[in-house]
C-alpha cells in the first residue's frame, strides 16, 4: 500500500520526463531540419514587419510541355502559353504592386513595412498542400508542426485560384488558425464555418448571374437555351437557379450536360457531350464552371466545330485555351459575362515598368520572361519552347497594348481588395491593441486576432461595418457583357458591349458594337418554335417544353392581341374579330333598307305586282259585262285581286328599318291576307265544281251556287286565320330585338316572332287551304275548256306550293335580313304566280282575243 502510494508520483515524474524527451528530440530533429537547406526555393519572399503570403497558380512547364505536344502543328501554341502567363502572373504582379502601394500610404499601417512570400500552386492540390507546409515550416526543409522561424512574420495567407484548391490550403492552414482568403469564384461550400472556420472569400457570389444570364436572352429573345455546368455543387446550385429563373419567364432548356472536374478524353461518356451541343436545335449554348475544369474541356473542343451555335460563357472560362486559328474563328462573337471592371489606379504603368533586372531572385518573373517572350534568360532554361537568349532592355511595355487590356479584368481585383482587406485589418487591430504588449511580429496569436477584423471590415474603405460576416462583403452585382471578337492575322480582343444589374439599372447593351458569329448574318434566333402572331394562340406540343408547341387560328368570336398569346379572348358582344383576328372591331348595324340594291329591288317589284294587279282589276271592272268575266264569278274576281293587291302591299312592311308597330303587324297581316286570296281561290274551285255538278238533272247541289256560300266559305276560313293570329297576339307578341350572334362582323334589327310554334302554325293554316284547292283544282282540269277555271287554278296553286314548300328549309337556313329578304321574295313570287297563272290567260282574251269574248262563241263551245 505504501510503495503504490509513492510509485503513482514516480510514474507521473517518468512520463513528464518521457513527454520532454520526445520534445527535445523533436526539437533537435527540427534545429537539424533547419541547418539543412532545400535543393531549390519553391518561393520567393521580400521581407517586411509583417509578411502576407500568396498561393498562386502559374503555368507550370508540364503544362506547357503537355500544351505543346497539343498544337505542335501550329505556332499559335507559343502565344496561347503567352497569354495564360500574362493573365495568370498578373496575380503575383497585383499581390506585390499593391502591398508596394500600402507601403507608400503613410496613413495606412504607419511604421510597419509589408512584406510579401510568393508560392506558386501550379493548379495541383498536391501542390498547394505541400506550399501549405512549406509556409509553415519557414525555409528550411518542410518539418509538420515546426518552424525554423524564430519570429514568423506571416500573417495571413491569400491563395486559392479554386475551390479546390482553397480546401487543400484549408486542410493544413486550418489547423494552425491562420487566415486565408480566397480570390476565386465564390464557392458556397467554403462558407461552412464549421468546417472552414478560417476561409474569407473575396470572390462575387455570383448569386444574381443567373438573372443577368435571363435578362440577356430576353432581350435577344434567345427561349431555346443548352447548357454545359461543372459537375461540382457550384454548378448544380446554379442550374438549379437559372433554371428557376427560365420558367418564370417561359425559357426553355434544350439540353443540360454536366463538364466532368477531370475531363478524361478516354471516357466515351465526356465524348458525347459535344455530339449532343451539335444535333441540338438550340443556337445558343451556356456554359458555366470554374477555370480549371473548363481549361481541360476547352482543349478537348478543338476536335469538334460548333456551327451555327453562339456560345455564352463567363469569365471563369479561359477562352485563350483553344488557341488554334480555326477554333478561334468559330469562337468569334461569343458572349461573356465578366464582373464588373475597376480599374486599379497605377496598376497598368506598374505592369509596363517590369522587367527581367528589377528582382533577379524572383523565380517566378524568370519563367513568366522565358514564356511571354519566347526566349531564354540562362543557357539553364529548362522551357523546351524558347531558341535563343533574351534580348537585353526589354519590359512588359513590349507587351501589345490589347493583350495588357485584357488580363486587367480578371481576377486581380479581388487580389488586390484582398491585400487591402488585410491591411485595414491590421490597422485596426493595432488601433484597438497597446502595440507594445504584441511585441509586434514575436506574438504567435496575432494572426488569430485577425479574424474577428477580417469579418468586419470593408475592403474597400477599410471602415468597420456594423454587421461582421462574410455577407456584410456581399455587395450589389454588376456584371460587364464582353464580346470576343477575332479579326484575321490571329489577333483577337474583348470588347464591352454592355452592363447588367439585375436590381438596380437592369440590361443596358449596345447591340452594334457585337460581332456575332460568321454563322449569323444578322442577330441568332434560338427558338424552339416560331412565335404565334396576333391572331393566334399557342397550343402546347404533348411530353415537350412549353417552348415548342404549335400556333393555332382563334375562333370565330375570339382575338389574341400579342405575340405568344396562352389563349384568345373574347370581343364584346356588340364587337366582332377583324380578319386577322387581332383586334375588335365595332359590329355594323344592319336590315333590310329601301337604299341597298336588295332592298330597292323588292320594294319595287311589290310596287309593280301591286299596280299591275291594280291594272287587271281596273280591266276586270271595265269589262265586267263581257262573258268571260261574268262567266267565272266576278265578285270572287275582284275579290281575289284585291286581296292580291294587298299582298304584294303587305311585303313593304318586311322592308325597312324594323320598329314595335311593323313587327305587330307585318306576320299578322301577310297570314290574313294570304289566307283571303287563298280562301278565294278555293272559294272560286269549289264554284266551278258545284257548277258542273249541278248540271246533273235532279241534282240538289243548286242551291250552293249563289255568291252567298262563296263568301261565307271566304269569311270562314279568314277568321280561322284571324282567330289564330290573336291568340298569338295575345300569347306570344313579336317584338323588336338586336340579333348580335347570327352574322359576326353586324348586328342586324329585326322582329322576333314571339313564337315559333303559332307562326309555323299560320302558314301550316294557309298550306292546308292552298292544298285543298290545288286538289280541287286538279281533279275539275278535265271540265269543257270555255267554263273551266281550274286548269288556271291548278297552276297558280302548284306555283303557290312550290314556293312555300322551297321557303321553310331555306328561311330555317339564313339568318338576319337574307331570312327577311327570302320571305318578301316568297310573298312576291307566290302572288306574281297566281297573277299570272289565272288572271293572264283572262287578260289575254279581253284585251287582245276580244272576238272571243263573245255569247256565241259560249254557246258553240257549249254545243260542241
Not at 498562386?56 to 503544362?63: A, V, Y
Not at 474541356?297 to 472560362?317: A, D, E, H, N, P
Not at 301591286?610 to 262573258?627: E, M, N, Q
Not at 255568291?707 to 306570344?732: A, E, R
Amino acid at each position: 500500500m505504501g510503495l503504490s502510494k509513492l510509485g503513482f508520483p514516480f510514474f507521473i515524474v517518468f512520463v513528464i520526463l518521457l513527454l520532454f524527451q520526445i520534445s527535445f528530440s523533436e526539437y533537435q530533429i527540427g534545429e537539424h531540419a533547419c541547418q539543412l537547406k532545400r535543393p531549390y526555393n519553391p518561393t520567393y519572399t521580400k521581407e517586411g514587419d509583417l509578411v502576407i503570403a500568396g498561393f498562386f497558380s502559374m503555368f507550370s512547364l508540364t503544362e506547357l510541355n503537355i500544351y505543346q505536344s497539343t498544337f505542335s502543328s501550329s505556332p499559335r501554341w507559343i502565344v496561347a502559353a503567352k497569354e495564360f502567363m500574362l493573365k495568370h502572373y498578373q496575380h503575383f504582379l497585383t499581390l506585390q504592386f499593391a502591398v508596394d502601394q500600402i507601403n507608400k500610404d503613410p496613413h495606412l499601417l504607419p511604421n510597419i513595412t509589408l512584406g510579401y512570400q510568393l508560392l506558386n500552386n501550379l493548379h495541383s492540390n498536391k501542390v498547394a498542400v505541400e506550399n501549405s507546409l512549406t509556409y509553415l515550416s519557414g525555409k528550411c526543409l518542410t518539418i509538420p508542426n515546426y518552424s525554423c522561424d524564430r519570429q514568423h512574420k506571416s500573417v495571413a495567407v491569400i491563395g486559392g485560384m479554386s475551390s479546390a484548391l482553397s480546401m487543400s490550403m484549408a486542410t493544413i492552414l486550418g489547423l494552425y488558425k491562420v487566415p486565408q482568403i480566397t480570390y476565386g469564384p465564390f464557392d458556397p461550400v467554403l462558407v461552412d464555418k464549421v468546417q472552414y472556420p478560417y476561409v474569407y472569400q473575396m470572390g462575387s457570389k455570383e448569386s444574381t448571374l443567373h438573372l443577368a444570364v435571363v435578362q440577356l436572352m430576353l432581350h435577344f429573345g434567345w427561349t431555346w437555351i443548352g447548357l454545359l455546368f461543372s459537375d461540382n455543387p457550384r454548378g448544380q446550385q446554379f442550374f438549379l437557379d437559372l433554371e428557376e429563373a427560365m420558367v418564370m419567364h417561359s425559357m426553355c432548356l434544350a439540353f443540360k450536360e454536366k463538364i466532368p472536374e477531370n475531363f478524361n478524353e478516354e471516357d466515351r461518356e465526356d465524348h458525347l457531350i459535344f455530339p449532343k451541343v451539335i444535333e441540338s436545335s438550340s443556337k445558343v449554348v451556356f456554359i458555366y464552371g470554374n477555370t480549371y475544369s473548363l481549361l481541360k474541356f476547352s482543349i478537348f473542343m478543338t476536335q469538334y466545330i460548333l456551327y451555327g451555335k453562339i456560345l455564352v460563357t463567363t469569365i471563369s472560362w479561359d477562352i485563350s485555351a483553344p488557341r488554334n486559328s480555326k477554333i478561334m474563328s468559330h469562337l468569334h462573337g461569343t458572349i461573356i459575362f465578366s464582373q464588373a471592371k475597376r480599374e486599379i489606379p497605377g496598376f497598368k504603368d506598374f505592369l509596363r515598368s517590369i522587367n527581367s533586372t528589377v528582382n533577379s531572385e524572383d523565380i517566378f518573373l524568370k519563367t513568366f520572361w522565358e514564356v511571354v517572350f519566347h526566349c531564354r534568360i540562362s543557357e539553364e532554361s529548362p522551357v523546351k519552347m524558347v531558341y535563343s537568349l533574351c534580348p537585353e532592355g526589354l519590359s512588359l511595355a513590349d507587351v501589345p497594348t490589347h493583350d495588357l487590356d485584357t488580363i486587367i479584368m480578371t481576377l486581380s481585383s479581388n487580389i488586390y481588395n484582398a491585400v487591402y482587406l488585410l491591411a485595414h485589418a491590421i490597422h485596426q487591430m493595432l488601433q484597438m491593441e497597446i502595440k507594445e504588449t504584441l511585441e509586434l511580429g514575436v506574438h504567435p496569436l496575432l494572426s488569430w486576432k485577425l479574424h474577428y477584423y477580417l469579418k468586419c471590415v470593408n475592403p474597400v474603405h477599410g471602415a468597420n461595418d456594423e454587421v461582421c460576416g462574410d455577407e456584410s462583403r456581399i455587395m450589389a452585382e454588376t456584371y460587364d457583357v464582353l464580346n470576343l471578337q477575332f479579326f484575321p492575322g490571329s489577333f483577337e480582343t474583348l470588347v464591352k458591349v454592355g452592363e447588367v444589374s439585375p436590381f438596380n439599372k437592369g440590361l443596358i447593351i449596345n447591340e452594334e458594337d457585337i460581332a456575332w458569329p460568321e454563322d449569323f448574318p444578322q442577330t441568332p434566333i434560338s427558338i424552339c418554335s416560331v412565335s404565334c402572331g396576333p391572331g393566334f394562340k399557342k397550343i402546347i406540343r404533348e411530353r415537350e417544353p412549353i417552348c415548342c408547341f404549335d400556333c393555332t387560328l382563334c375562333s370565330d368570336r375570339e382575338i389574341s392581341n400579342q405575340t405568344d398569346a396562352q389563349k384568345c379572348l373574347q370581343c364584346p358582344e356588340d364587337q366582332h374579330p377583324s380578319k386577322e383576328r387581332d383586334r375588335c372591331l365595332p359590329k355594323t348595324i344592319t336590315y333590310l333598307a329601301y337604299e341597298e340594291p336588295l332592298g330597292m329591288a323588292l320594294a319595287s317589284a311589290a310596287l309593280c305586282f301591286s299596280l299591275l294587279t291594280a291594272l287587271v282589276l281596273g280591266v276586270f271592272v271595265k269589262h265586267r259585262d263581257t262573258p268571260i268575266v261574268k262567266a267565272n264569278n266576278r265578285s270572287l274576281s275582284y275579290t281575289l285581286l284585291i286581296s292580291l293587291t294587298l299582298c304584294f302591299l303587305c311585303s313593304l312592311l318586311f322592308i325597312g328599318l324594323p320598329t314595335q308597330a311593323t313587327c305587330l303587324l307585318r306576320q299578322i297581316s301577310f297570314a290574313v291576307v294570304f289566307t283571303l286570296a287563298i280562301a278565294s281561290i278555293l272559294a272560286k274551285t269549289l264554284t266551278v265544281v258545284l257548277a258542273f255538278a249541278a248540271t246533273k238533272p235532279g241534282s240538289g247541289l243548286r242551291k250552293w251556287l249563289g255568291s252567298t256560300t262563296s263568301y261565307f266559305l271566304i269569311c270562314i276560313c279568314t277568321l280561322i286565320q284571324m282567330c289564330l293570329c290573336g291568340i298569338w297576339l295575345g300569347t306570344h307578341t313579336p317584338f323588336l330585338e338586336r340579333d348580335i350572334h347570327s352574322e359576326a362582323s353586324l348586328i342586324v334589327i329585326q322582329c322576333n316572332e314571339g313564337s315559333l310554334f303559332f307562326f309555323y302554325s299560320v302558314l301550316g293554316y294557309m298550306g292546308f287551304l292552298a292544298l285543298v284547292s290545288f286538289m280541287m283544282a286538279f281533279l275539275a282540269r278535265k271540265l269543257p275548256d270555255t267554263f273551266n277555271e281550274a286548269k288556271y287554278l291548278t297552276f297558280a296553286m302548284l306555283v303557290f306550293c312550290s314556293v312555300w314548300i322551297s321557303f321553310l328549309p331555306t328561311y330555317q337556313s339564313t339568318k338576319g335580313k337574307a331570312m327577311v329578304a327570302m320571305e318578301v321574295l316568297s310573298i312576291l313570287l307566290s302572288s306574281a304566280g297566281i297573277l299570272t297563272c289565272f288572271f293572264a290567260p283572262k287578260c289575254y282574251v279581253i284585251l287582245l282575243r276580244s272576238d272571243r269574248n263573245t255569247l256565241e262563241i259560249l254557246k258553240n263551245k257549249v254545243s260542241l
